[in-house]
């Protein structure tokens, strides 16, 4: 069993930044490719960003390249998201997700999920 926590939502401007982070506890974090998706209102969940076990290789819907970064800490058990330069469309629950044997790009192929952070960005 992993268990996720995330933090470091919250209420941003456009244009602001936010860095969410996800600690985890439980097996072996580096096991896992770890990967952020988001649920907007009314919406389906949708991928956001994967990093790999080591994180020599990081993933990236469209529309984030270039604003959101992922990265993770192995040693501390932690994956980040820094998200810069946000949007009113970026608004969400933030969830982290751990996949076993896949790259953490899927909502169906994850293993274990966090129980979200919210963020809203203002216009």
């Known amino acids: 069993q992993l268990q996720l926590v995330e933090s470091g939502g919250g209420l941003v401007q456009t244009g602001g930044s936010l860095r969410l982070s996800c600690a985890a506890s439980g097996r072996t974090f580096s096991s896992y490719a770890m990967g952020w998706f988001r649920q907007a209102p009314g919406k389906e969940r949708e991928f956001v960003a994967a990093?790999?076990?080591?994180?020599?290789?990081?993933y990236y819907v469209d529309s984030e390249k270039g604003r959101f970064t992922i990265s993770r800490d192995n040693a501390k058990n932690t994956v980040y998201l820094q998200m810069n330069s946000l949007k009113p469309e970026d608004t969400g629950v933030y969830y982290c997700?751990?996949?076993?044997?896949?790259?953490?790009?899927?909502?169906?192929?994850?293993?274990?999920w966090g129980k979200g952070t919210l963020v809203t960005v203002s216009s």
């Open positions: 990093i790999s076990r080591g994180g020599a290789n990081t």
């Open positions: 997700a751990a996949d076993w044997g896949g790259r953490g790009t899927e909502v169906s192929g994850m293993d274990y």
